[in-house]
Structures are given as structure tokens and as C-alpha cells.
């Protein structure tokens, strides 16, 4: 082959690309065209061989595009896989997948169950902060993930896995221990965290990151090459990065863009966010830039970035992990990014994860494994009378039980179901429930499932969405009822701010918004907005509203005109320190009682003991030498509620864990409201009904409706169904109740049943 020939034959390859080696462009072509261009190379006339290699080459290069077209539409993305574990709790630390059409609205597979048994691959029993890399290849998968159990470890681990899979579903694993593998250089080793894989171009290795802990300084990122079967490390790891300001870093992620290398992690010890270094190189040169790229002001960690299929946009994902959601933001830059969280759903609650993008062929054979037709088939119940929170679909009975709003038509009911998309429902449209369960048939894959659907009107719980802790009150000056409660549903019971719901019957509550925010109204606490009381009082002639809160573990005031605020922060902690004498327990759970014989006002609190103070007038200080220790008995734990009927002061307390499905209520007695206090026999009044489903009943108060002797008692539970399959989760995922309370002739109370239905 003459140079001018070889140049052309080049140029072809490399316009075609095939960029490859003369061999492996050779094998592709079939013999009967190779045997073709052996004779070309001899035939003697040169413009004649330039002319017929011309020919040849274009001919191939069709071909190659025809086939390369082909390969190309198999091999497209369409579609996307987000793997993610689900908390802290037993049976929580697993693998699990979801799959999404568009990036942001993700479904889960295997009913949100794990796809791989942490207990086969770990050595811990417990997985988090999955992984996943698609190869070189294109068709082989690499997934590292963190080998930690933390109900039994704590934070405190040793190894990673490395997990290889050709089908994204079947996989093979390999423990690496650091320690242990590297006794002389990392021995000290305490913390194994997060790792993920990169592809080296340049080496064209397998690059595993992760940071470590030591006995000595903070967290430091690490990295170390993957052997070739990804069975274990190939080099000694070597510090990739190292926080500038000496911080913690960890959950690191890397993303090539532009010629750049853009490692996102999490500044673990100052500040909490997401910070982000560039560099040339994979390996090194990491600079970090000014500033954090989350954005949000709570804690997060675990960030993940993708690009979108067919567009030049990114999705940066992040773990808001005592908020209870994962927070969605896009860019185009890499540099400047906006929130999209309204644009994003999810039927799970997602912990620490990896998105990566796959194709028709790899969701489809994901769905024939886990995409099966029982309750992870629904994506929701649409229709607005529907208690979105409460539906019950039941697998073992093939059952769907539909709790809705008071004054919803069941007998022309359309519930919207939604399904997942690879499920159909092939029962649309409006149906009579009046008359008891209507048949739904749901499909997918030829197979078809069948559920009787029942739609009841429930009016528990009262408010839509998760809250905890409630007290109640009845306001003068607007001839209202407000409800006073926790803002739940945040991990670790991490809320910030208080909301209040008025109603005019007890029955049709309204949302009044945020009426005091820790973040923005009160300088000396911002976190733990917990349990809240508040009370109306006739001053001057004007009504004024005293609101007593916990926050950060102590207890402040607030004043406003209205009772739905806005309320103003008295500057300081009411209560901050405990009593003399109390070991144990925790500043928490205000109640404020005014005593309707003597007029005055007295404040209780206490977690694991029962304080008492005389308020002054001012209502926002306390009477000197009015202090005193009234804990019931060794069932008092804490939510104490005080009220006064037919001359008998009633004190109302919590026993148990509000994380325990037998968090319950009991009852004393007095004749004043500094006690001494009567504990009747038989002082139990509230606790769970197991056969309804319903669990954590506690921290509760009372109200009594205006010129009469009818009382409610307005209390916390479990959300129904989840809150019993949600471990200590349970404890921060609550929904507040009303029932009838009533009296015995002797002013016992008589035991309250909670029930589903509420009051109407």
C-alpha cells in the first residue's frame, strides 16, 4: 500500500469512525470483501487501485453506518435507574431501584423492597450509599457500595463491596477491608465511606474513590484502581482530596465536563453543604471553589449528578437526610443551579443514591424481574377528597381501603388511581361505593390482578400531612378552634417552624400557615421545634395570645394579637435549665393552664419528670419560689395536658417512646392544680388498636365546646398504614386525631376507642 493509499484509507476510517486499530477495522468486514481488497493491493496501475479502494471504502462505510444505525437505536437511552437504600433502621441498609421515564418522577421496583440481600454480601449486614457505573463497554456495570450496619456499628465501619453485573440484575460481589488490607498504611482506619468508580481514560482503569477516617484528623477523600475483574483493589489508596480548611469531606462525586474534572462532596464539619473542587486531572489538582452549590439551609449529604438524556442539562440530587426528602436541583454549567423539587415525585423516600441512564431494552428486562403487580403498582389516588396518606393497599387479600374527606359522594366516586408505567388500569371512571367494595383490574406484562375497592369517609386524621404533639384552643375573640402542633414528618424530629389550622366545628380544618419560625424569628434556638401550647388571655380589655414552644430542647414564649400570629419571640428561654434535684430528662413539652377558681396561671413541662410554675401576670415570667416537682409515677413520660371540670383539676401524660407502637395515655387527679395527685386504679385511657391499624396514640389535648359538657381529646398516632412498617421512623411520620371524651357519674374518664372515623 503506497502512503497516498494508506492516507486515504485512514482518512475514510476516521471520517466513518471506526478509530480503531487496522485489524479490528479489518475483522469487521466480511472475507468475501477482504479477499476483494487483497486483489485491489494488486493490481498494478496505481490510479486504478486508488479508484476501486474508493469504491470499496465507501461501500464499507455505508455498511458499517447501516449497522452502526442499528446498534445505535439498541443501544439508546431512554430511561433511568436511580439505586438508593432507605434509612438507618433494620432492613433499611439494602439496595434498592426505581426507574423514571423523564429524570424526575421516579418509580419504585420490587415493591421498594431490596434487589440484592445485604446479609449475602456484607460483612456487616448492612449496605448504604450505592453506586452504580456504566462501563467502557457500554455493557457491563460496576456498583461500590458502603459495607456498614449502623443499629449494631453505629457510624463506625471498615469495608466497602465491589459488585460486577452484565444485566444490571444478577451480581457478583467482593468485600474489600481496608485495615486489613492495609494494615501497615491505613491499620487505624474507622470510617469506610461512600465509594464510586470512575473510568480512567487515560490509564483505562477502573478508579474507586471514598473517604476514610483515621485516629488523626478529619475525613479525607481516597482513591485506588480497581483490579481487572473488579474483585478488589489494584494499588494502595492515595489521598485524592483534602479539605483547604482542615473540614470533614465526604460523599464525594465526579463528573467530567469540558476538559474539567468537577469532584462534588459534602463539607461533613463546616457548614454542612455541598462544596465543590476542580481539576485538569482525575487524580490530582483539586482546587475548591468559594462557596456551597446546594441549595438549601438544611443539612445534607450524599450528592449525586447526571445528565439528562438527549439535552445539555444536569440534574444535581442531594440527600436532605433529617428532612425526610431528597432535594432536586438543574444546571447547565455546573456552577449555577435551580431548584426543581416541584417537578419531582416519588412513591418511596429515597436515602443516599445514584441515577444513571439506561436503555428500553435494560427497563424492560428490569420490569419482567421486579416490576409485579401488588401494591407498588400504585402511584397514587388522585382524586383531592381522597386522605392520600391513609390509603391501605392490602396484598395478601387483594384489597384497597380509601379513606375520604367528609361529604365526598361515594356513591359517584372517581379515586384517579394512578399506576406505575409499566402497570395499566383498566378501571377508569366515576363508581358507587355506597353499597360496599368495587372491583379495579390492573395489567401488565399479559398478567392481570385484580382488588376490591373500598371507599369510606374517614375524618381521622383531622389535617392533611404529618403533625404531632397538637393542643387545641378556643378562641373569644374569633369564635374559633386552633390547633397548635409539631410540624412532623422531618427525620430525627429535625423540624424548624410551627404552623396553626383553624376550624369553626371541629370537624373542617383550615391551614393558617407558619406562625413562628425558629430559622427567621427566635435568636436564641433554631432547631427542635417541638410541642407547642398556647393560650388566649383578656388583657386591657384586648385579647392577647401567649404561644409557649420547645426549641432546642428548652422552652420559649411568643406574643401576637391573633392566634394565628404573627407571633413575637419574647428574646430569651423561658425555661433553659432543669429544676433542682431533676437528674435525667429533657426541658420539653410546655402546657399552660389558667385555673378558672383562682385565676391564675401555671406552666407545666418536663420529659421524664412533671415541673410546675406560677406564671405572673406578664405571662412571660415566673413567679419567684412557685416551683415544684409533681411527676406522677414511673409511668410519666412526658406530653402533659391540664384541665379543670366539675371541680376536679385532670392531668394527662404520655407513657412509653413516642417512637413506640404502645405510646399511650394515662390520667391523675387533684383537687388543685399543684396537686397532690390521685392515680385512679385502673388510669389508662387511650392506646392502639392493632386490628384498625392504629398505633402510637399519645400527647394529647383537651378541649371543651363553649356552653356545654361535650370534651374532645385531640391526640398524635402513627401515620395508618406506614407508621407500623417504619421502625423508629414511626416516631417523626405522625397524624393528629379527634375523638369523644366523656365521664363516667363519678368524673372518671372513661377509656377513649380512636378511631378511624373521627367526629362529624
Known amino acids: 500500500m503506497t502512503s497516498v493509499e494508506l492516507t486515504l484509507f485512514n482518512n475514510v476510517l476516521n471520517t466513518t469512525g471506526f478509530i480503531r486499530e487496522m485489524n479490528d477495522t479489518i475483522s469487521k468486514i466480511n472475507l468475501v470483501k477482504m479477499t476483494s481488497l487483497k486483489a485491489i493491493f494488486k493490481l498494478k496501475d496505481l490510479k486504478t487501485r486508488i479508484g476501486f479502494l474508493t469504491i470499496f471504502l465507501l461501500g464499507s462505510f455505508l455498511l458499517c453506518c447501516k449497522t452502526g444505525s442499528i446498534a445505535k437505536e439498541e443501544d439508546k437511552f431512554t430511561n433511568y435507574l436511580f439505586t438508593y437504600f432507605t434509612g438507618n433502621g433494620p432492613g433499611e441498609e439494602a439496595i434498592r431501584y426505581a426507574i423514571s421515564t423523564d429524570g424526575y418522577n421516579y418509580h419504585a421496583l420490587n415493591n421498594n423492597q431490596p434487589i440484592v440481600s445485604s446479609k449475602e454480601i456484607s460483612s456487616s449486614g448492612g449496605v448504604r450509599d450505592p453506586h452504580i457505573l456504566r462501563a467502557a463497554d457500554g455493557k457491563t456495570f460496576y456498583m461500590v457500595v458502603t459495607d456498614l450496619y449502623v443499629p449494631e456499628q453505629g457510624w463506625n465501619n471498615y469495608a466497602m463491596i465491589l459488585l460486577k453485573s452484565t444485566d444490571l440484575i444478577n451480581w457478583s460481589s467482593s468485600i474489600v477491608n481496608i485495615p486489613e488490607t492495609y494494615p501497615k498504611e491505613y491499620g487505624d482506619i474507622k470510617r469506610v465511606w461512600a465509594p464510586q468508580t470512575i473510568y480512567d481514560k487515560d490509564t483505562k482503569q477502573y478508579m474507586i474513590y471514598w473517604s476514610m477516617l483515621g485516629d488523626n484528623g478529619p475525613d479525607i477523600i481516597y482513591y485506588a484502581y480497581a483490579n481487572k475483574d473488579f474483585t478488589a483493589l489494584a494499588t494502595t489508596p492515595k489521598q485524592l482530596f483534602y479539605s483547604p480548611s482542615n473540614s470533614a469531606c465526604i460523599d464525594g462525586d465526579i463528573i467530567f465536563d469540558e476538559g474539567k474534572y468537577h469532584l462534588f462532596f459534602k463539607n461533613e464539619s463546616s457548614g454542612g453543604g455541598i462544596r465543590k473542587a476542580v481539576s ?19 443539612p ?26 431528597y432535594q432536586f436541583t438543574k444546571t447547565k454549567d455546573l456552577q449555577n443551579f435551580t431548584i426543581v423539587d416541584n417537578e419531582i415525585s416519588m412513591n418511596f423516600h429515597p436515602r443516599h443514591g445514584t441515577v444513571i441512564r439506561i436503555t428500553e431494552k435494560e427497563t424492560q428486562a428490569l420490569i419482567q424481574k421486579w416490576g409485579s403487580l401488588d401494591s407498588g403498582s400504585f402511584l397514587g389516588f388522585n382524586s383531592d377528597n381522597v386522605k392520600k396518606n391513609n390509603v391501605v393497599v392490602n396484598d395478601s387479600d387483594n384489597t384497597i381501603y380509601i379513606p375520604v374527606d367528609l361529604g365526598t359522594d361515594i356513591k359517584n366516586f372517581d379515586p384517579k388511581i394512578k399506576t406505575v408505567s409499566w402497570v395499566k388500569n383498566l378501571t377508569t371512571g366515576s363508581r358507587d361505593f355506597s353499597e360496599g367494595a368495587v372491583d ?17 369517609v374517614d375524618n381521622n386524621p383531622v389535617l392533611n400531612g ?17 390547633i397548635y402542633p409539631t410540624s412532623d414528618g422531618y427525620t430525627g424530629w429535625s423540624g424548624t417552624y410551627f404552623k396553626t389550622f383553624s376550624s369553626d366545628d371541629l370537624v373542617h380544618w383550615k391551614d393558617e400557615g407558619v406562625i413562628l419560625d425558629l430559622k427567621k424569628d427566635v435568636s436564641w434556638a433554631d432547631k427542635h421545634a417541638w410541642a407547642p401550647t398556647a393560650i388566649e388571655k383578656e388583657v386591657n380589655g384586648e385579647y392577647k395570645f401567649f404561644y409557649y414552644f420547645t426549641a432546642a430542647q428548652k422552652i420559649g414564649v411568643a406574643i401576637s394579637d391573633n392566634p394565628t400570629g404573627p407571633f413575637v419571640d419574647l428574646g430569651k428561654a423561658l425555661i433553659s435549665v432543669k429544676p433542682d434535684g431533676v437528674k435525667g430528662g ?58 379543670y371540670r366539675n371541680g376536679i383539676y385532670y392531668f394527662l401524660w404520655s407513657e412509653d417512646d413516642t417512637r413506640s407502637p404502645n405510646y399511650r395515655v394515662r390520667y391523675a387527679t387533684a383537687a388543685t392544680p399543684t396537686g397532690p395527685l390521685n392515680i385512679p386504679e385502673n388510669n389508662l385511657i387511650l392506646e392502639k388498636i392493632p386490628e384498625n391499624g392504629i398505633y402510637g396514640t399519645g400527647h394529647n389535648s383537651v378541649i371543651q365546646t363553649p356552653n356545654s359538657d361535650e370534651w374532645y381529646i385531640v391526640y398524635h398516632r402513627f401515620n395508618r398504614p406506614n407508621g407500623i412498617s417504619m421502625g423508629d421512623a414511626a416516631g417523626f411520620n405522625r397524624e393528629e386525631c379527634i375523638d369523644k371524651l366523656e365521664f363516667n357519674p363519678d368524673g372518671s374518664i372513661k377509656p377513649i376507642k380512636p378511631t378511624l372515623s373521627g367526629i362529624n
Open 586 to 643: 429533657q426541658e420539653i413539652d410546655p402546657d399552660v393552664f389558667l385555673d378558672p377558681v383562682s385565676g391564675k396561671t401555671f406552666l407545666y413541662w418536663g420529659n421524664g419528670y412533671l415541673a410546675c410554675v406560677e406564671l405572673n401576670e406578664d405571662m412571660v415570667s415566673i413567679k419567684d419560689n412557685t416551683l415544684k416537682i409533681m411527676t406522677p409515677d414511673k409511668t410519666f413520660r412526658e406530653g402533659t395536658e391540664v384541665f
Open 300 to 325: 445534607v449529604e450524599g450528592s449525586g449528578i447526571f445528565n439528562l438524556i438527549d439535552s445539555d442539562e444536569y440534574i444535581l440530587m442531594y440527600d436532605m437526610y433529617t428532612s425526610g426528602k
Open 466 to 482: 404529618f403533625y404531632a404533639d397538637p393542643d387545641i384552643i378556643y378562641s373569644h375573640k374569633t369564635n374559633k378552634y386552633y
Open 440 to 456: 379495579y383490574t390492573i395489567a401488565s406484562n399479559g398478567s392481570q390482578k385484580t382488588y376490591k375497592v373500598t371507599v369510606k
Open 280 to 298: 485538569d486531572k482525575l487524580t490530582e489538582g483539586y482546587v475548591q471553589l468559594d462557596g456551597f452549590f446546594d441549595q438549601t439551609d438544611a
